[in-house]
């Protein structure tokens, strides 16, 4: 595990983002709380961190590297179109996949559809340069309390994670979620 600030990651981008391509695990910061993410491409990626937030089938959402990828790869119409001027921001947007192969099967194994996120945060610009979907959940064993400070950083994920990149300590709270999704069950 190497302890990071945004310095390190403004310096060291290259590795950074190739860090991210090849699906090393990350503790990092938002405008809301500390998530745990990955590469969310490929299903032994996004397992590392269903094993570290010993967490079964519960669906991932991923930080979209821009809008166009939401576009692109999710079902839109003129209330999404709304919700996607309001990205960057605190919201987390549930939507229908029309392109299933963007992401691995493993971020949602219930349904064709994901949460997605653009973050209004420094570290989303390094995503959007990876030009790599990446889970974003809290950075937390599932069923205890978000990462706030690094204390609260629970030993086993803090011995599971390549890198942790730490920037004080956050009061936000969750993203607030959008559901736009039409093709409800």
Same mark, same amino acid.
Request: charged share 35%.
């Given at each position: 595990?190497?302890?990071?600030?945004?310095?390190?990651?403004?310096?060291?981008?290259?590795? @950074?983002?190739?860090?991210?391509?090849?699906?090393?695990?990350?503790?990092?910061?938002? &405008? +809301?709380?500390?998530?745990?993410?990955?590469?969310?491409?490929?299903?032994?990626?996004?397992?590392?961190?269903? +094993?570290?937030?010993?967490? #079964?089938?519960?669906?991932?959402?991923?930080?979209?590297?821009?809008?166009?990828?939401?576009? #692109?790869?999710?079902?839109?119409?003129?209330?999404?179109?709304?919700?996607?001027?309001?990205?960057?921001?605190?919201?987390?947007?549930?939507?229908?996949?029309?392109? +299933?192969?963007?992401?691995?099967?493993?971020?949602?194994?219930?349904? &064709?559809?994901?949460?997605?996120? @653009?973050?209004?945060?420094?570290?989303?610009?390094? @995503?959007?340069?990876?030009?790599?979907?990446?889970?974003?959940?809290?950075?937390?064993?599932?069923?205890?309390?978000?990462?706030?400070?690094?204390?609260?950083?629970?030993? &086993?994920?803090?011995?599971?994670? &390549?890198?942790? @990149?730490?920037?004080? #300590?956050?009061?936000?709270? #969750?993203?607030?979620?959008?559901?736009?999704?039409?093709?409800?069950?």
């Amino acid at each position: 595990m190497k302890l990071i600030d945004k310095e390190y990651v403004e310096n060291n981008q290259k590795e @950074i983002i190739k860090a991210i391509q090849d699906g090393l695990v990350f503790i990092y910061p938002t &405008d +809301t709380i500390y998530g745990i993410g990955t590469n969310a491409t490929k299903d032994d990626f996004v397992m590392k961190i269903r +094993t570290i937030k010993q967490r #079964e089938t519960k669906p991932f959402s991923v930080i979209a590297p821009n809008i166009d990828w939401i576009k #692109e790869n999710c079902e839109t119409d003129k209330e999404t179109e709304k919700w996607l001027e309001k990205l960057p921001g605190r919201y987390t947007l549930f939507l229908d996949l029309k392109n +299933t192969d963007c992401i691995s099967d493993e971020v949602n194994p219930l349904d &064709d559809s994901i949460g997605v996120r @653009i973050p209004q945060h420094w570290f989303t610009e390094i @995503i959007e340069k990876s030009g790599i979907p990446f889970i974003t959940t809290s950075a937390n064993i599932s069923g205890q309390s978000y990462m706030r400070k690094i204390e609260d950083l629970d030993e &086993d994920i803090k011995n599971s994670v &390549d890198y942790i @990149i730490y920037e004080g #300590e956050k009061i936000g709270k #969750e993203s607030e979620k959008v559901d736009l999704r039409k093709n409800l069950d």
